[in-house]
Structures are given as C-alpha cells and as structure tokens.
C-alpha cells in the first residue's frame, strides 16, 4: 500500500474563447495565470515530479508551464478530458510514488475534490488545490472495520468480541455504560492501546502500527486534555497545525468552533466549554478525514450544546467520518446515522436510531382520570386510544392531559444495558 502522496489538482488558465472547444489556447490572461501557477509550485516545498493534462490545448499549455518549471515529466491522458470523475483520475495516476499535478476541467476539478475530501475548495482558473492522496483512499468507503476484537486486564475480559464497521461519510455513536469497553474500543481503534486478539482496519491501516499515513489523517478529542496554560488559543492551534503537512487553515479553525472573539485569549481564562471547543479545534486543525469525539459536549450549557452539534453537521457534510462517543442518548439520536450499544464487551444492538427504536414495540398513552395519572402500555396505540376515547365519551368522562409517547432511543438503550456497571 502507497503512503499518502501529494496531489495538485489543477484547473486549466483562462483560454481564448475564439476557437473551438478543444483548440482553445490559453489567452494572454491565461498566459500570466499558467506562468503564476508554475512559479507557485516550483517554490513549493514538494513540487510536483509528473504533470498529468487533460488533452485539451488549453490544459495542455498550463501543464507545460508547470512541467517546464518544476523540471517535471509531462504526460497527456485522455482519462483527464472534459467529463472525467475521481475513478479516470485514479486510474491516471496509478503507479505514481512522488508528489503529481493533474490538469483538468471544471466542473470535473469540483467534483473530484467533493468526492476525495468532501468539500470543494474552488478552482478559478488557474486555481490549484493540494490534497494528501491515495489509491486506496480514492476508492475507500468503509472508514473503520473492527473484527472480533478481544482484550483483558489482569484476566478480567474488556472486550468479548466486538465487531462492527463505520461507513467513510457517516457519523457513527458508540454508546454503553461506564466499564462497558467503549474506551478500550476507541484506544485501539486510534492506535494508544494494543488488542489482545482480532482485526482492525481504520482508514486502510492496522493502527496498532500506527504509520504516520493514518495519523495524518485522524483526530481525536478525548475526555480530558490539558493546554500550556499561557499560549493564546491561536497558539494553541497554530502549535499542533505544525505536526501536519497540509493542515487547516488556523484562523478558519478557531471560527469554525466559535472562539474567534477568544482568539487572542490565553487558555487559562477559557471557561469549561471553551477549552473543550478548544479541544475540538485542536483535533479539526490537521484536516482530517475521520474524527474521534469522545464526550464532545460534556460540560457544555444547552446553548453551546446546540452549536456544537451544528459543528458537528458541518464536518458530516465536509464528508468527515465521526465516531461519536456520548452518554446523551438525545444527542446520539439526533446526530448519529448508526448507533452500536456496548454491554459487558459485547456488542448487544447495532442498527439506525430508528431501527433500535422499533425494536421497542410497546408506546404508552398517559392521561388523568378523575385527578389520578394513567399509563397504558400498548403495541397499537391507534387501536388502544380510539378505545380509550370511545369509553370515555360513551360514559361522559374526560381524559385530561392526553399524551402518546413514543419509545425513545434513551429507552431502548436503558432496556438493553439496564443498570449494570462492569470493570474494563
């Protein structure tokens, strides 16, 4: 398997559109635009060592200015012409071992970021976004894949052969009591803690290895973390970005998770929801594809929790993976498009939010009688209420405060785990 490699990705300069289509040179504009470009990525500290074009003339000019540049090979391929998709660039660039740059069309060049990263960057003409690539990350669609895992501690099984998979795009909520083996899970899964027995896969990689190509690539807010005290939150962020290659932008970090009026606070004077917004930043910071949230929200008001799940919509639809750890069965339920419940090391229940609920057959019809609360279960709350109602106005009653609840996840996972708790 390749280790992630750099990838320009490149939209054609601005051309002359006096000619047909595929005879288009580039203008006198797209000239000054191609020759930018190449001076660009010859002062990069990567520069690219194959230049890739689509067929097109005007393609085919802006990638001879960048191969002319950077002293790079030069190859025309018919996959990059007008129409091309992620699948024809990947093809393209199979065999490659060193950083390449691909000329394409737009909106061929949109669309293959979308699809590679989740968001698209913007391609002007002549724009140029640079993205960490693989083969296999082109075509990946399972993020994580853990088989049969095992661990003990001193002879006490934490984990009794846990299995389960995270699609790459979905938000995935691991929930269990405390001692159920959801820590010792995500541990493994992001590389800290060894497994006794098993498989595992995240983002290609086995993490016990924990190979940089995965750790570029992953970040992780846990449960507690602890900040030099007189760094500024910036600091803070621009701090980590340096352990990665292509991290985020800083400034657009601390805005995404609302601290841009605390930028130039020092952490000592965060309150508790800012250090873990901060905490959440730090782990946004390395741009990656899959993110571990481990209690995200814990000690956040209802205010901030509310924004903190809109963050973490935000980073769903930028196409991040998210395995979710809380015990806010409402927030795994609003955010979580699966849920695997942990119990005693096992995985009891795994499934939509709206399939462990209907697991739960039973709802209940509550009203006051006469002052005294009533509750009845039932697996037809429509057959049950219309009976209900026709005896209490065939007899003259009233049935005040009338409510049918649902079972809600809460529910379900109280009926799964009880009130157990077990040593990991």
Not at 164 to 189: H, R, W
Not at 258 to 269: F, H, I, M
Not at 374 to 401: F, I, K, Y
């Amino acid at each position: 398997m390749l280790d992630a490699m750099l990838l320009f990705l490149v939209r054609h300069a601005h051309s002359d559109p006096g000619e047909p289509d595929d005879l288009r040179p580039l203008s006198a504009r797209g000239r000054e635009e191609a020759r930018a470009l190449a001076d660009k990525l010859a002062a990069h500290a990567t520069p690219p060592r194959l230049v890739l074009s689509s067929p097109l003339l005007r393609a085919r000019e802006t990638a001879e200015a960048i191969a002319e540049a950077v002293s790079a090979e030069l190859r025309i391929e018919e996959r990059l012409a007008p129409g091309t998709t992620l699948e024809g660039l990947s093809d393209a660039v199979t065999g490659a071992t060193h950083a390449v740059a691909a000329v394409c069309h737009q909106p061929d060049c949109s669309e293959i970021a979308l699809d590679l990263t989740g968001r698209d960057p913007g391609f002007p003409p002549g724009g140029v976004a640079e993205l960490s690539w693989t083969p296999e990350r082109a075509r990946m669609t399972t993020a994580i894949v853990a088989n049969d895992l095992h661990k003990s501690y001193d002879g006490v099984e934490a984990l009794r052969g846990v299995s389960f998979e995270v699609q790459a795009g979905e938000v995935f909520g691991l929930l269990g009591p405390n001692g159920a083996g959801k820590t010792t899970t995500v541990e493994i899964l992001e590389g800290y803690r060894t497994r006794d027995s098993g498989e595992v896969t995240v983002l290609g990689h086995d993490p016990a290895a924990a190979p940089r190509a995965l750790r570029e690539r992953i970040g992780v807010v846990l449960q507690q973390s602890e900040f030099t005290p007189h760094l500024t939150v910036r600091e803070v962020h621009r701090l980590f970005a340096g352990y990665y290659e292509h991290p985020r932008d800083v400034d657009e970090v601390v805005q995404l998770v609302g601290l841009e009026e605390k930028r130039d606070a020092r952490v000592k004077t965060l309150s508790g929801g800012q250090k873990r917004r901060l905490d959440l930043g730090v782990a946004l910071v390395g741009d990656p594809d899959l993110v571990f949230l481990d209690e995200p929200t814990t000690g956040f008001d209802p205010a901030a929790r509310r924004t903190a799940w809109d963050l973490i919509r935000t980073l769903r639809s930028l196409g991040k993976t998210i395995l979710l750890t809380t015990h806010y069965l409402d927030e795994a339920q609003q955010l979580a498009d699966r849920v695997a419940v942990i119990q005693a090391g096992r995985i009891v229940s795994l499934g939509t939010p709206a399939e462990l609920i209907g697991t739960a057959h039973k709802a209940e019809i509550r009203f006051e009688m006469n002052g005294e609360p009533v509750v009845v279960q039932t697996e037809d709350p429509t057959l049950t209420l219309h009976e209900l109602t026709s005896e209490a106005l065939a007899n003259g009653r009233r049935l005040e405060h009338l409510e049918v609840r649902r079972p809600s996840l809460e529910d379900v996972y109280l009926d799964l785990v009880g009130g157990e708790e077990n040593a990991e």
